[in-house]
């Protein structure tokens, strides 16, 4: 078991109250943070823009379903990794988590091993897609900074022309 990512959180989302409580033990004696909500809307009236971490998702809950509320998320451009669980995981159910957005798929009971592995996994993917977003900021700013002459240079060189053709070309 790595050691967690920066201070992320596991947000846990299950309307059965022993399981939010048997697996945010697991997480929690392994030194993350977790948070737990009984329903997708008590998770949604908590959400935060700056949420860092990941999501274990209950599929079949009273109200919002898992999938509604992964589906909600990606409407708001929250790109936290999702783990769904779910007792009645076929492939039909799967692929449909998947093609939601999920990061994995598990069947209840969950084995606290494999559980683990798949927080850590999503932690990681977490943390990779937050410095892909700093990396994009930066460029971005980068880019903004030029001035309207740098930026044609660029768009040149972009383009694959060599210093002199551009030298010619302005």
Known sequence: MNQPIESDTVYLVDDDAAVRDSISLLIETVGLNCRTYPSAEAFLAGLDAEIRGCLILDMRMEGMSGFELQEELNQRGCMLP??????????????????????????????????????????????????????????????????EREFEILKLATAGQTNKEIAREL
């Open 82 to 147: 999702t783990i769904f669980l779910s007792a009645h995981g076929d492939v039909p159910t799967t692929v449909r988590a998947m093609k939601a957005g999920a990061a994995d798929f598990l069947t209840k009971p969950v084995d606290g091993a494999l559980l683990l592995d798949r927080v850590q996994s999503a932690l990681a993917l977490a943390h990779a897609r937050r410095q892909a977003q700093r990396v994009r900021q930066n460029a971005r700013r980068r880019l903004e900074s030029l001035t």
